[in-house]
């Protein structure tokens, strides 16, 4: 290859390096996946640390990005015949994937986490309203009664809501706290 381009009214020399020279840790330290791969192609010290590096690297890319960077990871390689310790380390390749991306299966798990989340409310909501059942009859048995004990304290909050609503019925018309209960 030649070192310079020349032209009728200009001439622009340059100096012509071969990748192999350049100090490819220096790539690796880089933040960015580009960098990265294209160490590959440089003067490394130990290339299978350098290929598990690098993929590591390009694990954390989100997926399309990752897609790309394992493209040209693969073909870079191949220059360097390392395309199959590239091809095991991809293999081992810590993936954080969103599966909530996935076309099939996260929009049915989109579903089913709302389905979840309005049953979630809805019993929440019903142990809401338990609580208060429980908490307007324990005060309407003190005030008629006295102070609850265990036992009585122990059955109301028991009850189920049915339980409790004929209970609300006949707090008023009971003469022992007994005769309500038991």
């Known amino acids: 290859m030649e070192n310079a381009l020349r032209?009728?009214?200009?001439?622009?020399?340059?100096?012509l390096l071969d990748i192999r020279e350049l100090d490819g840790e220096r790539l690796l330290e880089s933040e960015e996946a580009g960098d990265n791969v294209i160490?590959?192609?440089?003067?490394?010290?130990?290339?299978?640390?350098a290929?598990?590096?690098?993929?590591?690297r390009i694990a954390g890319l989100a997926r399309t990005e990752r897609e790309t960077a394992v493209g040209q990871l693969t073909i870079l390689a191949g220059l360097r015949n390392l395309e199959e310790t590239v091809e095991q380390e991809v293999h081992?390749?810590?993936i954080d994937a969103d599966i909530m991306e996935h076309k099939v299966l996260g929009p049915r798990l989109k579903e089913a986490l709302r389905k979840g989340h309005e049953q979630g409310m809805q019993e929440g909501m019903q142990e809401g309203l338990h609580a208060g059942e429980?908490?307007?009859?324990?005060?309407?048995l003190e005030k008629r009664f006295g102070a609850l004990p265990g036992w009585a304290s122990e059955k109301l909050a028991a009850m189920p809501a049915?339980?409790?609503?004929?209970?609300?019925?006949?707090?008023?018309?009971g003469r022992s706290l007994d005769d309500l209960l038991r």
């Open 51 to 56: 290929v598990h590096r690098i993929v590591g």
């Open 134 to 140: 429980v908490t307007v009859l324990r005060r309407l």
């Open 92 to 94: 081992r390749m810590p």
């Open 162 to 173: 049915s339980q409790l609503e004929d209970l609300s019925e006949r707090v008023l018309d």
């Open 39 to 49: 160490a590959i192609l440089a003067r490394l010290r130990d290339d299978k640390e």
């Open 7 to 15: 032209g009728p009214d200009m001439w622009f020399g340059y100096r």
